[in-house]
């Protein structure tokens, strides 16, 4: 790699781990369902306009073929999107960004065990090691997070492992049934898919009152920064170094997540959830890594284990 592909590979888990900061500063202001409604929204028209100015193919609907595919676009959008997205915002009402952006980091130890049970991948002695490893992680940090453990914290917690569960269907899901679609295209229609799920919901439960402008501002940068401008990072890792060296962002999300939260939201961080971090990150090698004879190039619908959060 040269040194702009590891500056890259900075900024986007700069950008990602960025994500939880804002979800934080904004969920109270405009409600899980609308915010994260109006960031699918916007993300996924400007991606559109992207990936239609930078992909060279036949045309928009011969490529996307909507009238086949539309089921199963719907179906990426709920698994990585609209669900996982919305279940984080939950969780950030009442838990810190950082519990919430380290909770997040155990989405690939999920992935395992989805495809594991779907029949997609071999479930070998070192991914469950690495599950096992991961369970204990979350507990260290959970119950070494600066937070009065009762039913609410309880169920945010849940909610980020659900949003962690939810992006490990969705990709092993994707993994069988969008091929042969470029990873831009392939955003698209997950971001685009979410925004009509979400559409009913997020329309109904949009605030009475307008939110404040720091809410305001930090859903333009969720939408701006930390989900378009992301993606255009992470397409150019992929072309440039490749989906194995791409993935290894996941180590950097929940570090940077930590990290702007401790700076900017002056929320603590105990040395309980830097060792519970630590577990899960060595869990999450265990699980990802591969000996360079396994690793195979994936089809071009198919994104690496990592997901924006």
Known sequence: ?????????????????????????????????SLMFARVLVAGLLMLAVATLTQRQAGLRATLRLRRNWRTYLIVGLFNSALPFTLIAFSELRLTASLAAILNSTTPLFTALVAAAWGSERLTGRKVWGVLLGVIGVAVLVGGAPLAINGGIILAVLASLLAALSYGLGTVYA???ITGLPAAYASTVQLLGAAVILAAPGVLAWPAERPSPGA???????????????????????KNVGPTRTASVTFLVPVFGSLWAVLFLREPFSVWMLLGMAIILTSVGLVTSRRADQVRPLPAGQLPDTTPP
């Open 216 to 238: 305001i501002g930090a859903l333009a940068a969720l939408i701006l920064l930390s989900t378009t401008f992301a993606y255009i990072l992470y397409f150019f890792l992929l």
């Open 1 to 33: 790699m040269k040194p702009i592909h590891y500056a890259a590979l900075l900024l986007l888990g700069a950008v990602w781990g960025a994500s939880f900061l804002f979800i934080g500063m904004a969920a109270p202001g405009f409600g899980p369902l």
């Open 175 to 177: 993994s069988r049934h």
